[in-house]
């Protein structure tokens, strides 16, 4: 082998080893989160053993449909593995099926206030936001929350088909900046 293939050689190594570190990882369940929805760092999909209750924190995928290009046009959802080229988003499980949302200026569910749902009339760049009208969380659909205040959540696009759903979300090696 001649000096200067050598290189190359390293270089070749170096970006397979790379791949297959990253493979790995994403075959795994391994994901990054780089959004403030929760804290930032690596997480991983975990498949639920019971069913899905008010308070998991999930994977989920959201529908292609005008919220998901939104999301993507404004940068709240990344490209990713998703219907759409859409990531998948990180929330918390605020409501099931039968359910009844109730918006104002914040949300209620079934009479009670979740704590941290205030509803933005525009995004931190000053564009329209509208939110969700309200209504009873359809069979088959989850009505997801983030305690972050900038989160794009079902405070704006309403409760997303359960079928989306990756699996649980836990978090492996995470900060809060």
């Not at 990531?87 to 359910?99: C, H, M, N, R, W």
């Not at 564009?127 to 069979?139: E, K, M, T």
Request: glycine residues 12%; positive net charge; contains cysteine.
């Amino acid at each position: 082998m001649t000096r200067a293939r050598r290189p190359l050689l390293v270089l070749a190594l170096g970006a397979a080893a790379i791949a297959a570190v990253a493979a790995t990882g994403w075959w795994g369940g391994y994901r990054l989160n780089f959004t403030r929805s929760y804290p930032l760092g690596l997480w991983r999909i975990v498949a639920a053993e019971a069913p899905i209750a008010v308070g998991d924190r999930v994977f989920i995928c959201i529908p292609q449909g005008p919220a998901l290009s939104t999301g993507l046009a404004r940068g709240y959802v990344r490209g990713g593995v998703c219907p759409g080229r859409a990531s998948p988003l990180i929330k918390t499980v605020a409501a099931l099926p039968g359910q009844i949302i109730t918006i104002d200026r914040s949300v209620m569910i079934d009479g009670r206030p979740l704590h941290h749902s205030e509803i933005h009339g525009v995004d931190a760049e000053g564009r329209a936001l509208a939110a969700y009208a309200g209504g009873v969380v359809p069979d088959g659909h989850l009505y997801l929350h983030s305690d972050f205040e900038g989160s794009y959540d079902s405070r704006y696009f309403g409760p997303v088909p359960a079928a989306g759903l990756l699996g649980l979300a836990r978090p492996v090696a995470t900060f809060d900046p």
